[in-house]
């Protein structure tokens, strides 16, 4: 299996903070993608990158990949309480099925 | 933004029934995807969908599934003879390229069976 398993589990932080999440997975990867999940709601894409890439962002959001050692990092910055959400990372290989970890689980503390 | 859109958004249906879950893609994707959560675990892929055929499925879609697109914008999962374990969110994904580019999934289907 190439799924990727996010670290830590679950993470708490005071608003304005910023959050770290790292994914690691097992074999290789056309993609690494993060996803949010609200609670009871669907999976919100947030950043794809590609496996010949090393960095991207998107507004807070600040996605690491390092194939070399088959790890992925997603930083949000200057934390909201409207970032409280699952977050996802998910590979996919030649067969194009995203293949998601646990996830971790971000509350942001007013 | 265009959405992916699923209903109901949640079904409870007799253990042995047959249960149809239906989602709009968005509208100029190409290839449509269900995936599924059962309470507390990891997204699973069940199926991927392209040019009116399955591309690929995976062990949990076994004879009990189908997926069908019956017209030009919905596309249906359906499970023939629910069990228990059948019971999760079920999402629908759509992309317009199968390659480097992201799934857009569906609030999702809780389903419950009794």
Known sequence: SQQGEEDPQALSIQEGENATMNCSYKTSINNLQW???????????LILIRSNEREKHSGRLRVTLDTSKKSSSLLITASRAADTASYFCATTWNDYKLSFGAGTTVTVRA | EPEVTQTPSHQVTQMG?????????????????????ILGQKVEFLVSFYNNEISEK????????SVERPDGSNF???IRSTKLEDSAMYFCASSDQHSNQPQHFGDGTRLSIL
């Open chain 1, 35 to 45: 996803y949010r999940q609200n609670s009871g709601r669907g999976l919100v894409h």
């Open chain 2, 76 to 78: 249906t999962l359906k």
């Open chain 2, 17 to 37: 029934q047959e249960v149809i879950l239906r989602c709009v893609p968005i509208s100029n994707h190409l290839y449509f995807y269900w995936y599924r959560q």
């Open chain 2, 58 to 65: 995976s062990e949990i879609f076994d004879d009990q599934f």
